[in-house]
């Protein structure tokens, strides 16, 4: 069973910057897309950012494309997300999790860790 345990999240003025990571127990970790999703108080879960498996084709939601840069270290089975200019509405719970293509990310693969908390402060 593979473990997804994220980490870096913070809280952090408006404008500010913050560094998540995501580190994946188990072999296959390179073999799949990844992705970074979040979920703010009373809202469901929304996809934020997926990168290939060889880390060559990203893609964002609208609401953080230029913002959000997603990025990956298959030595060290662990996926990023760097966050710059962040904004109020920013401010979630971020997650992690693997799916088989990039195009289907977002069906994902693994049971959800525990999130990490990410708060923008106006």
């Known amino acids: 069973q593979v473990q997804l345990v994220e980490s870096g999240g913070g809280l952090v003025q408006a404008g500010g910057s913050l560094r998540l990571s995501c580190a994946a127990s188990g072999r296959t970790f390179s073999s799949y897309a990844m992705g970074w999703f979040r979920q703010a108080p009373g809202k469901a879960r929304e996809f934020v950012a997926a990168?290939?498996?060889?880390?060559?084709?990203?893609y964002y939601a609208d609401s953080v494309k230029g913002r959000f840069t997603i990025s990956r270290d298959n030595t060290k089975n662990t996926v990023f997300l760097q966050m710059n200019s962040l904004l109020p509405e920013d401010t979630a719970v971020y997650y992690c999790?693997?799916?088989?293509?990039?195009?289907?990310?977002?069906?994902?693969?693994?049971?959800w860790g525990q999130g990490t908390q990410v708060t923008v402060s106006s």
């Open positions: 990168i290939s498996w060889s880390g060559g084709s990203t």
């Open positions: 999790n693997a799916g088989k293509s990039l195009t289907t990310v977002q069906a994902t693969l693994y049971h």
